[in-house]
């Protein structure tokens, strides 16, 4: 069992940065990978960005070059800073952790903070 706690949310103007945190507890951190993802009013719950147990990172193509995913494993906790925000960034953000260990599929989400931007 793992928990994920995320904070760091809330409301910023277009152009205004924003950093996320997600605190994980409950098991061994390290080998999960780890995600941010989104959902707007009305819209699926996408990918954002993601870090893998070995470090490696992907972006979902809208936020290449403002959002960036980076894990603390000393401190259990896995950021999303996010820089030069847009209106269409605005959801609730869900930290996300994964792994598969043989045929068993884990898969656990945080609570989620709500990011507004907005002037």
């Known amino acids: 069992q793992v928990q994920l706690v995320e904070s760091g949310g809330g409301l910023v103007q277009p152009g205004g940065s924003l950093r996320l945190s997600c605190a994980a507890s409950?098991?061994?951190?390290?080998?999960?990978?780890m995600g941010w993802y989104r959902q707007a009013p009305g819209k699926q719950r996408e990918l954002v960005a993601a870090v893998s147990s070995s470090g490696s990172t992907n972006y979902k193509d809208s936020v290449k070059g403002r959002f960036t995913i980076s894990r603390d494993n000393a401190k259990n906790t896995v950021y999303l800073q996010m820089n030069s925000l847009k209106p269409e960034d605005t959801g609730v953000y869900y930290c996300?952790?994964?792994?598969?260990?043989?045929?068993?599929?884990?898969?656990?989400w945080g609570q989620g903070t709500q990011v507004p931007v907005s002037s």
């Open positions: 409950g098991s061994i951190f390290i080998r999960y990978d």
């Open positions: 996300n952790a994964h792994q598969i260990v043989g045929l068993a599929n884990y898969n656990y």
